[in-house]
């Protein structure tokens, strides 16, 4: 009888496109068909069987089957009225199963042999749960780099030093981690009180007001979790003008915000399926900060509970490195806004404003028809001023438009380069509240060295059509 053993395992977190490798060992008999399941729960999603290689070994990549459970982000925006939403992105916190295809799915592997009568036997079911993000991994990677930067996207915890228990701090799921960093330490002006350590890690994000934008987290720890809490329990929002600290928003990761999977502060359930990935709304709207007098910048931060005490002051910490969101009031005044959202290579949304000259243009076709003569047959023969000679059978119209972004640094313009190759495109045109899915036709930017500064700026411009055409006329 074959005695499998399994040699290689993927990361208990996995981005899905690109290579998710199973290797299994047979060291009794060669020649001999080995399979592994891929399963949710107790449903088999499938089974992979086949011979070894030339070095007794079998690997499988279970990638196309984890993609084939996994689907993209529907709606940048969730549930308008709730300020978190899980990775479902779905316009409701209600039954997953009724809601779009998840971006994250949770999975357990059974391996074992073929039987003689082509059967699988199964000699073990691993106790692992792992888990595939809808991302995409570079070419050379197998593994997906999670825990060293610049892949420190899973938070690492320990509960034996509470005061400093995040050993490095969990990194956003956006391409914005490309910018330089500060430490609290390094600010002049307001910081959050609440910060556990002053060589805490700040990345600088430049929005509009009335900029959307939000942030997801990975949430459930790849460490040891303090006793009885397994995940993001609150987000953290500190406001300033200046140095003036105008709010603090300290907000509960239950069901009745959009989160979960609790729906209580005190159930302490562990973080699965859609509730792995968190959405926190932290545009200049959406984090309710819109309504503050004279806001400069923002703090936003993931965080769990201290010594397991929800609420109250000095409660809550950091399991994130902080996000400030830096108002730039007097950009893009001159044209109107277009907001644009893109699926990044996490599987999240990410954002941009092209705040400069913006045009639109209507490509229009039309089948015509001639009318039908008057009667000759009758009394009197009358053609009314009125009566169409040739008419319109159908009108197709394609709505196209071009943006342009105000110079920008040599980040920004590194960031904006996922957003041409993004499989999913969304914008927001000024005064909408919705989104508007889009096809990209065309991107290029151009480069200017300001004399005497030896700073390259960058200047965008995409052109694109909406997805789906306006219904004007069918035949």
């Not at 709730?82 to 209600?94: K, L």
């Not at 060589?199 to 430049?206: F, L, R």
């Not at 045109?429 to 480069?447: I, M, Q, R, Y």
Request: charge should be negative; glycine fraction near 10%; hydrophobic fraction near 30%.
């Amino acid at each position: 009888m074959p005695t499998p053993i399994i040699t290689n395992t993927p990361n208990t977190y996995e981005l899905a496109n690109g290579d998710v490798v199973v290797s299994l060992f047979d060291g009794s008999v060669q020649g001999t068909q080995l399979a592994v399941k891929i399963k949710k729960g107790s449903t088999t999603i499938s089974t992979l069987r086949q011979y070894p290689n030339q070095a007794g070994f079998y690997h499988f990549n279970i990638n196309k089957i984890l993609q084939s459970q996994l689907g993209l982000q529907v709606n940048p925006g969730g549930d308008p009225s709730r300020p978190i939403y899980d990775a479902n992105g779905r316009t409701s916190n209600g039954n997953a199963g009724n809601g779009p295809t998840p971006t994250s799915v949770d999975y357990t592997i059974e391996y074992g042999y073929i039987d003689t009568a082509g059967e699988f036997e199964s000699t073990a079911i691993l106790a692992d749960t792992f888990v595939a993000i809808n991302g995409n991994k570079k070419y050379y990677q197998t593994d997906w780099d999670i825990n060293n930067a610049p892949g420190r996207y899973i938070p690492l915890m320990s509960n034996t030093v509470l005061g400093n228990a995040v050993s490095e701090r969990q990194l956003a799921l956006t391409n914005r981690n490309n910018y330089p960093t500060r430490t609290i330490a390094d600010i002049t002006d307001g910081v959050p009180s609440g910060a556990i350590l002053t060589t805490a890690v700040v990345h600088d994000i430049y929005i509009n007001e009335g900029d959307y934008y939000s942030l997801g987290f990975v949430n459930g720890w790849a460490g040891t979790p303090f006793t009885g809490y397994n995940g993001i329990r609150q987000f953290d929002c500190w406001g300033f003008n200046g140095n003036t600290q105008l709010f603090h928003q300290e907000l509960d990761n239950i069901t009745s915000n959009g989160g979960g999977p609790d729906s209580t502060v005190f159930q302490n359930n562990p973080p699965e399926e859609d509730y792995r990935v968190l959405n926190f709304k932290c545009g200049y709207n959406n984090a309710n900060v819109a309504g503050a007098t004279d806001l400069t910048h923002f703090y936003v931060a993931a965080c769990c509970y201290l010594n397991n005490t929800p609420g109250g002051p000095g409660s809550c910490i950091e399991v994130t490195d902080w996000y400030r969101f830096n108002i730039l009031p007097c950009e893009g005044k001159d044209y109107s806004i277009i907001d644009v959202a893109w699926i990044n290579d996490f599987g999240q949304y990410d954002y941009f404003s092209f705040q400069k000259r913006n045009v639109e243009t209507n490509s229009i076709e039309r089948n015509e028809f001639t009318a039908i003569s008057p009667s000759w047959s009758g009394t009197t023969v009358d053609v009314d001023t009125w009566d169409r000679g040739k008419g319109t059978f159908a009108t197709q119209v394609e709505e196209n438009y071009t943006a342009n972004t105000r110079y920008l640094n040599e980040y920004d313009n590194e960031y904006l380069k996922h957003l041409y190759r993004s499989p999913s495109v969304m914008v927001r045109f000024e005064g909408d509240t919705t989104w508007t899915p889009v096809v990209l036709t065309s991107n290029s930017w151009d480069e200017k060295t300001p004399q005497n500064q030896g700073k390259r700026l960058f200047q965008h411009e995409i052109s694109f059509k909406t997805a789906w055409n306006p219904q004007i006329q069918n035949g």
